[in-house]
């Protein structure tokens, strides 16, 4: 099933026009829910890449307001992630899995998290690659952060069986809909109607 989503992820057709409407409602997301340090991933494998509207959002801070951002570092296997304070401006270095991470820059702890899905279901679970980085990583903050998933409509699955460990996302976020998680109020878009 994994390759199957990293497949179709790859090849999805009018690929701008998908990140152009997945930008919109992202940079809706954040604004509803106001983070102060938002903790999100360097793209790969065909991922969204969610720079751009990071970048925007750093720069819209109100006056005498501080915005954060920071992208996650693997200091070992089996370990919670770390997050590094990105700017974009910040110097990059190759990490482990060559993925690029902020070189030599405090560390924050962030209050909302962007999530790279492999695949996703509307109660908000998600289907990573595998290796339990996020898993564990939400395991150990305390208190949580705010969850969204980021992902393409065409990587939507009908059903994932939970194990023990799987926490679900407070909220997915998609070209077309933002749908809500199982954790989140009754009052908010459970039909995953676009908003």
């Not at 910040?90 to 482990?96: H, I, L, S």
């Not at 899905?117 to 949580?144: E, I, N």
Request: glycine share 8%; hydrophobic share 40%; charged share 20%.
């Amino acid at each position: 099933m994994r390759k199957a989503l990293l497949d179709a992820r790859s090849t999805l057709d009018e690929r701008t026009a998908r990140d152009g409407a997945l930008a919109v409602r992202l940079t809706g997301e954040l604004a509803r829910r106001a983070p102060r340090c938002i903790g999100f991933y360097w793209p790969i494998q065909s991922e969204f890449d969610a720079r751009a509207v990071i970048c925007t959002w750093l720069a819209g801070a109100p006056a005498g307001t501080l915005r954060l951002a920071a992208l996650p570092v693997v200091t070992a296997p089996a370990t919670p992630l770390v997050f590094h304070r990105w700017t974009p401006d910040t110097p990059m270095t190759q990490g482990r899995y060559d993925i690029p991470v902020p070189q030599d820059t405090e560390v924050l702890v962030p209050d909302l998290l962007l999530v790279p899905c492999v695949g996703f279901t509307r109660s908000g679970l998600r289907l990573g690659y595998g290796g339990g980085f996020y898993d564990r990583t939400l395991h150990s903050m305390t208190p949580a952060p705010q969850t969204l998933g980021i992902a393409y409509d065409a990587l939507e699955i009908e059903q994932l069986d939970a194990e023990a460990h799987d926490l679900p996302l407070d909220a997915i976020v998609t070209e077309s809909a933002v749908y809500p998680g199982v954790s989140c109020p009754a009052s908010a878009n459970a039909t995953g109607n676009p908003r």
